[in-house]
């Protein structure tokens, strides 16, 4: 069974759509987070909410904006997609606030903007 | 903003080589974390360190967390292929603030 999982895996498209990646989790945990893999695999955290509500937004464009229906689940959805969008996107998820907790991560999503 | 680097950022051994990664940061850090990408994968948690000057060893890998908890080490002794892969640490800071930071990671290359 997988722990997290992020559909869809691969996403092509045009500069100027909007496009949503969604990210579930099976392990029970409280805390999701959303991170962005830049080509030079530079790690950076976006968003995190923990039990539905969000706790980390970093300076992310908003055209960004997350969603959490309840804390299995953890949605991106982007407005307006730039060529800079192009990135790995992982979703991640811990037992609880607080950064002593191992973050599982899901396989990415890998967004190519054209 | 807090910075956290690692040297080098690539790494290419023969196998059976020893590797050393070295993360560093701006500020001190109250843990560290370890994980590991391989290509074309996601990131995998390794191990976890919390307490200044403290090792932990994983079978070939030998984890190090400075006495001033500002900086760490990943050593691996007589690397393997199933080694190739980018090698993440990151830790949280003193700010209270509860996320990671992520170093800007290494990547290991082992040739047969």
């Known amino acids: 069974d997988t722990a997290v999982s992020q559909t869809p895996k691969y996403l092509v498209t045009q500069m100027g759509n909007d496009k949503s990646i969604k990210c579930e989790q099976n392990l029970g945990h409280d805390t999701m987070y959303w991170y962005k893999q830049d080509s030079k695999k530079f790690l950076k955290i976006m968003f995190s909410?923990?039990?539905?509500?969000?706790?980390i937004n970093e300076t992310v464009p908003n055209r960004f904006s997350p969603k959490s229906p309840d804390k299995a689940h953890l949605n991106l959805h982007i407005n307006s997609l730039e060529l800079g969008d192009s990135a790995v996107y992982f979703c991640a998820s811990s037992l609880g606030i607080g950064a002593f907790n191992e973050q599982f991560f899901g396989p990415g999503t890998r967004l190519t903007v054209l | 903003g807090q910075q956290v680097m690692q040297i080098p950022q690539y790494q290419h051994v023969q196998e059976g080589e020893d590797f050393t990664t070295y993360c560093n940061s701006s500020t001190t850090l109250s843990n560290i974390q370890w994980y590991k990408q391989r290509p074309g994968g996601h990131p995998v948690f390794l191990i976890q360190?919390?307490?200044?000057?403290e090792v932990k060893k994983q079978k070939r890998l030998t984890f190090q967390f400075g006495e001033a908890k500002k900086n760490s080490s990943l050593h691996i002794t007589a690397t393997q292929t199933t080694d190739v892969g980018t090698y993440f640490c990151a830790g949280r800071t003193n700010t209270g603030f509860q996320k990671l930071v992520f170093g800007t990671g290494t990547r290991l290359l082992v040739s047969p």
């Open positions: 909410y923990n039990n539905k509500e969000l706790i």
């Open positions: 360190l919390v307490k200044s000057g």
